[in-house]
């Protein structure tokens, strides 16, 4: 018996490559669909081995790895489904791909519940084999480049909940180490979502600061007659409402660091006392007249150019060039989307906790979305849409529909979705498939309906009943093509 390894274990040892063929293993009793299985995928360059019954297959996996079965649902001895359960308790490295006749395709979506890759009807083109195959070898390897990402980031462990292994976040993350050591004020831009307070979070945590307060102020979301008061303090009777004295952020951040978030937001009033502040360490509360002298690192974050807020006067001069003595510029998610297969993973991971899911996946088609996605949200809308595709999934699958409508578009998966919603019977789920791959061939015909109908094998009768059918705009006389 092989000893039982978890999925990470089993895939950080495998590496698909031309120099390493694939090794896959067929289990079919059919001797003639066996044996043209395996001419098939020997022809396209696989290491092949056979079984003619789900025992034997079974012993055979046993004793030998193999990086994917492709297996008879309907077996003598063990059917498709306990050999899905032996491959899922010897390795979770082997992927399995479920054949089946037409009748049996209910059980074939469950067994993809089950943990099997996909499924094939009978009667199959060899062809469609191999494109199920090369999906799965891509959808392995971003598996794959997922764990590589994440032993890489182990040993930032210092930047903690920052994520990232493209060239601009190892740029990023040189610059906080840098930075950190110092005391010198530090401008971090960057749009909404980019992850600027991370960022700050990080260079007090790594600087000779971090055992001192850490005080975050949001100069926007704080109205401009609070803000002064919510800086400085202010004395008992300073204004109607004051009854007693109350320090403010900077006396509360003394030997430690402040950060103001969107200090582009700060009113032009506001900017004059907080630059004294800066230049001289000493300030006044609120009503007050006894100055304060503290010792506090500014780090200040804004989405807007400053230098454009200079010139249209919003922003002063000399308070810009106070603050922006140490500048950091981060990255929008899409200019880093290398990225973000270790970022759904980390959010994946951990709202698994907090919903109770544990072992979710992200489906190979809601992959390739979140990797094309353009994210004007940045790494927060990433964030929630994992959130929500958490919270809705049914199953360890997160599938193309768990997504959010923002991600998903008008799209639709008919190799991912369909399959495992519940909602949907099987004569929808037919239904849902046959829409789809008229609406795929009308795309690839740019339109033409004889040529769709040609490409489908049907008459053109046929396929305008079915475009009456599915609701698809149909010809309005037999010349319309």
């Known amino acids: 018996m092989k000893m039982l390894h978890t999925k990470e274990e089993d895939l950080k040892n495998r590496r698909f490559s031309k120099a390493m063929p694939m090794k896959i293993l067929v289990i079919e009793d059919e001797f003639s669909i066996r044996l043209g299985i395996s001419c098939t995928l020997e022809g396209a360059g696989y290491k092949v081995m056979s079984a003619e019954n789900g025992i034997e297959g ?19 001895g063990a059917d498709g489904i306990e050999v899905l359960k032996s491959v899922r308790d010897i390795s979770h490295d082997a992927g399995v791909i479920i054949i089946t006749a037409f009748a049996d395709v209910k ?23 191999l494109i199920v195959l090369d999906r799965f070898i891509k959808h392995r390897g971003l598996e794959l480049e ?28 040189e610059k906080i180490s840098v930075i950190a050591k110092t ?45 002064e008061s919510e800086l400085f ?9 004051a009854a007693q004295r109350r320090k403010g952020k900077f006396e509360s951040a003394d030997g430690g660091t402040i950060f103001f978030d969107e200090v582009g937001d700060m009113p032009l009033s506001l900017q004059a006392k907080l630059l004294r502040v800066l230049e001289s360490h000493t300030f006044e509360r609120l009503g007050g007249n006894e100055s304060l002298t503290v010792d506090v690192r500014t780090i200040c974050a804004t989405r807007k150019n400053l230098k454009d807020e200079v ?15 140490l500048p950091v510029t981060l990255p929008l998610l899409r200019e880093r989307k290398e990225d973000i297969p270790l970022l759904a993973e980390h959010f994946i991971e951990l709202f698994s906790k907090k919903t109770g899911k544990t072992n979710l996946t992200l489906s190979p088609a809601a992959m390739d979305r979140i990797m094309t996605y353009e994210y004007p949200g940045n790494v927060r809308e990433l ?7 958490v919270t809705y999934c049914n199953g360890s699958i997160i599938g193309f529909n768990c997504l959010p ?46 040529e769709a109908a040609k490409k489908l094998r049907i008459s053109r009768e046929t396929l305008w009943r079915k475009l009456k059918e599915h609701g698809f705009p149909v010809p309005t006389t037999d010349l319309e093509d």
Do not use: W
């Open 146 to 173: 997922n764990i590589r990402l994440k032993e890489e980031v182990k040993d930032k462990k210092q930047f903690e909940r920052i994520i990232g292994v493209s060239p601009v976040m190892q740029t990023i993350f």
């Open 233 to 241: 303090g202010h004395e008992k009777g300073a204004f109607t409402g």
């Open 383 to 389: 964030r929630h849409a994992i959130e929500m595709a």
């Open 405 to 450: 409508a923002e991600l998903r578009g008008n799209g639709i998966d008919k190799n991912d979705d369909i399959l495992t919603r519940e909602d949907l019977s099987l004569t929808e789920k037919v239904r849902a498939f046959e829409r789809e791959i008229i609406a795929e061939t009308l795309e690839e015909t740019s339109g033409k309906k004889k």
């Open 183 to 227: 005391d010198s004020s530090v401008m971090i831009y960057g749009e909404s979502g980019t992850g600027k307070e991370l960022v700050a979070n990080a260079i007090h945590n790594l600087s000779p600061r971090k055992d001192k307060p850490f005080i975050k102020i949001n100069c926007a979301a704080i109205p401009e007659t609070l803000l």
């Open 311 to 325: 010139k249209a006067d919003k922003f002063r001069e000399d308070l810009y060039y106070r603050v922006n003595v």
């Open 58 to 76: 079974i012993k055979l996996f046993e004793k030998e790895h193999f990086d994917i079965v492709i297996t008879d649902l309907k077996l003598p």
């Open 107 to 129: 059980t074939a979506v469950e067994a993809m519940k089950e943990g099997a890759y996909d499924y094939i009807s009978k009667p199959f083109d060899p062809a469609e084999l």
